[in-house]
């Protein structure tokens, strides 16, 4: 039975509710684990009966949708049933669009809108393991910077909330267990000391552990003599749903100034009679009017979704953002053991790089990365591969990523991997990859209030709050913290 049987899709969409309030809603690839692996007694059968029945395993309710006739503002008007005028409008509620939201109504007093076609989370977002790591970026990179930057916000924001009296760790699924990148060969445990070196050459604090200093921070691991790890004690982690929750509640806050419009795809740009500028994002249910900027921060589909909206434009703009597909493994309530730090296997650098476009052609790689959220599940990652939009659950990589951790992890030999099925969930998502490896950041050229944010491929959560600071300063014109040149979408379409 071929995978794509198992699709996602099947599972069934929430009906659509309009509220204001408390957001509640559904979510597409976060689905109990839905394939039979090999070792399974469940037949496919049974498993299709369970993904059809109401019993299905969600984690959110019926979709929220605020309209703006429920929001008493200045500065945000209705101009008819369907028909509503914000400052800002903000296409995609994944963690960049909505940081980027909460950046405009922290940082000015514009109006904003966040219109998504389906939820947040529903992207990439929430597939996202939540590592803020600094470890496997190199200082000479580009996003370096953005990537720091990103680093201080995120840490400041956990640091506010313990001023506010707020737990961090409750409220974001925050842990600040610090980070390991371990090296299992020779060659490996070379690269890691220069790594080291490098990093503390850029003012991180990082220390080299041995095998014995690190088997003694991490007991459950099995290495070789010949391995170390670099130790990055300041790295952090987030829990991607706690976080999108948390911010989509803080920016419902400011009353009056926001608004969200899901389960309601963008399809179309319109541009003003008078001026020629695109005014207004059109949707399949309303017509957003934006007076300052419109941001496209779509993840994966931005690069189509761009192409589709200038269709009608003398303009052909092609950025090329490719969704690169993820799986990773939730394993809830684990206690056959216990990781007591952030975990990548320093293959990870290589593995999410790319050299040339022949690469595109490979099927799937894994590399091992774990971290224990603050439920304590063991979530196991991670998957790379370019198989269009597609995100049914491939039962041959999970049994991979299994077996990587394994290789890592003996213990887990032991566990059979069928009795632990029924409390394991796989994360599928969609990461925007883009091909020189560093997001696209700016003005859309030839339309100076369309901005784009995305291709951040697997560090969209660690760069939100720095691509949000980035994205608001451009609109507002203020002088930013970190140079946006290497984002700029002009040369790169
Ligand atoms: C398995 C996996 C693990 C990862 N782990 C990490 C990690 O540990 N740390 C890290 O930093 N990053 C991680 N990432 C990467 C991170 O999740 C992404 O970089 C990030 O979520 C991208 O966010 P986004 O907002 O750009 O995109 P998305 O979250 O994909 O959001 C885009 C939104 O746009 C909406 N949209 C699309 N088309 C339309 C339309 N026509 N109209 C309206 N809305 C539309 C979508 O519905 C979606 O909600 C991981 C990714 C994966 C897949």
């Known amino acids: 039975m071929s995978s794509s049987s198992y699709s996602l ?25 839905g394939f039979t692996p ?28 605020c309209a703006l006739k429920d929001v008493k503002s200045s500065s945000s008007t209705s101009r008819n049933g369907n028909t509503f005028e914000f400052d800002v409008v903000i296409i995609g509620a994944g963690i960049i669009g909505l940081t980027i939201a909460r950046q405009f109504l922290m940082e000015s007093d514009l109006s904003v809108a966040v219109v998504d076609k389906v939820v947040p989370c529903s992207g990439a977002t929430g597939a996202g393991q939540g590592y803020l790591w600094m470890g496997h970026k190199s200082p000479d990179s580009d996003i370096w910077e953005l990537a720091l930057r990103s680093h201080r916000l995120w840490e400041s924001l956990a640091e506010s909330l313990r001023d506010q009296g707020l737990n961090p760790s409750e409220e974001l699924g925050w842990k600040k267990t610090g980070s390991l990148l371990i090296g299992k060969t020779p060659e490996e445990f070379d690269m890691l000391k220069r790594k080291v070196k490098q990093l503390s050459g850029a003012g991180l604090e990082v220390e080299y552990l041995s095998v014995a200093d690190l088997l003694s921070m991490e007991p ?21 749903h706690c976080t999108a929750a948390f911010i989509e509640k803080a920016n419902r806050n ?21 001026n020629g500028k695109i005014e207004a ?48 493994l939730v394993i809830e309530n684990f206690n056959s053991f216990h990781v ?8 990870y650098v290589n ?32 998957s790379r591969e370019f198989a269009g939009f597609n995100t049914d659950i491939n039962e041959s990589i999970i049994a991979r990523i299994w077996e990587r951790a394994s290789e890592f992890f003996p213990t887990m030999k032991e566990v059979s991997f069928s009795e632990i099925k029924s409390s394991s969930k796989v994360r599928i998502g969609l990461r925007p990859y883009m091909l020189d490896g560093k997001p696209v950041i700016g003005p859309v050229p030839g339309f100076s209030n369309v901005f784009l944010a995305s291709g951040h491929e697997g560090g969209g959560l660690s760069m939100a709050l720095g691509t949000a600071e980035m994205i608001v300063n451009m609109v507002l014109g203020i002088p930013g913290k970190v140079d946006p040149a290497p984002f700029s979408v002009q040369g790169r379409c």
């Open 254 to 274: 400011f009353e009056g100034r926001y608004a969200e419009f899901f389960h309601d795809p963008v399809t179309g740009l319109l541009r003003s009679g008078s």
């Open 9 to 33: 899709r099947s599972c069934p969409s929430s009906s659509l509710s309009i509220r204001t309030g408390i957001g509640s809603r559904s979510s597409r690839h976060l689905c109990k684990l």
């Open 281 to 328: 994002v059109q949707t399949a249910k309303t017509t957003l009017y934006s007076k300052k900027a419109i941001v496209l921060a779509a993840g994966c589909w931005s690069g189509t979704l761009l192409r589709d909206l200038l269709r009608e434009e003398k303009t052909v703009l092609d950025v090329p953002i490719m969704p690169r597909k993820g799986h990773l």
């Open 351 to 382: 593995h999410q790089a790319l050299t040339s476009a022949k690469d595109l052609e490979h099927t799937s790689s894994i590399s091992m990365t774990a971290t224990m959220d603050v439920q304590g599940n063991l979530v196991l990652g991670s």
């Open 220 to 240: 459950a691991l099995l290495i070789g003599n010949s391995c170390g790890a670099a130790f990055l004690p300041n790295d952090c982690q987030l829990d991607a």
């Open 340 to 347: 007591n730090h952030g975990l990548m296997e320093v293959g």
């Open 38 to 65: 090999k070792w399974a007694s469940i037949s496919p059968k049974q498993w299709r009966k369970s993904a059809n029945s109401s019993g299905h395993d969600y984690r959110y309710g019926p979709v929220n949708f």
